[in-house]
């Protein structure tokens, strides 16, 4: 008895250790547009993942080779310009950070991406990459709306600019309040606001990619299952009327 509410004691705490992970954000979400036929989008969203994630977040479940061929990368182009950690094209892809010193740094270590898109969703990856803030009371100096507390430094602020909170006074139960209303930029950034944007959607759309390599090929083969299906229907309703057709 004691063997069986142990058990059960365990399932529910990993139960409940998965329902918070995928819970929903406390603020609403962008709609991310991903287009997984859209190959300049994942391309330059590989391209922002090798140079602005992998020295931190692995990609453990993926291989360079594998990337290259369904981003129609030319390889040689790819290991000249997406691998920079000394792997062999077939390898992992693997970050340059040692577990160690990432628990030294940032008190842990950064968690793998391969399914990141899978468990949080494709609009809270884009809605998080833009919402990052200037926090000075944080350990990196920034904040964020989606993941408040966050533990990692803002890596594509050189991209963005210096990202802050903005506020209006409006007029709530009676009281004039500080309402949130946005992040906007100095303008200190690479890319405009517009530009910006459009870098956390193909940065997004390869995570998309990522957690699920094979999807245009599963929805591919899923129309010629239906196809078949369909004919199978018809012929099986012919072969019934053929069987019936003397029982009255």
């Known amino acids: 008895m004691k063997q069986l509410i142990k058990s059960t004691l365990l399932v529910a705490a990993s139960l409940w250790s998965v329902a918070t992970l995928a819970a929903g954000p406390t603020v609403p979400l962008d709609k991310a547009d991903i287009d997984l036929h859209d190959k300049a989008s994942l391309q330059r969203g590989a391209q922002l993942f090798m140079n602005y994630c992998l020295g931190c977040h692995s990609m453990q479940y993926q291989r360079y080779n594998r990337t290259f061929r369904d981003l129609e990368i030319p390889e040689e182009l790819g290991i000249e310009n997406l691998q920079f950690t000394g792997e062999k094209v077939g390898d992992l892809m693997t970050n340059a950070m040692a577990t160690e010193d990432a628990g030294n740094w940032f008190g842990t270590a950064a968690p793998d991406l391969t399914l990141v898109a899978r468990v949080r969703g494709a609009d809270w990856i884009y809605t998080y990459l833009r919402s990052f ?25 050189e991209l963005q600019g210096i990202p802050r909170k903005t506020t209006e006074e409006k007029m709530i139960d009676g009281e004039m309040q500080d309402v949130y209303v946005g992040i906007k930029t100095d303008g200190s950034g690479m890319l405009t606001d517009a530009e910006y944007d459009q870098a956390a959607l193909d940065l997004t759309n390869f995570l998309v990619y990522t957690g699920e390599p094979m999807m245009l090929e599963q929805q591919r083969m899923g129309w010629y299952v239906f196809g078949f299906l369909l004919v199978f229907l018809i012929f099986a309703v012919l072969l019934k009327r053929e069987f019936f057709k003397d029982v009255k």
């Open 133 to 157: 803030y200037v926090d000075e009371s944080r350990p990196f100096g920034v904040n964020n709306t989606v993941f408040p507390n966050v533990g990692m430094p803002h890596v594509l602020e």
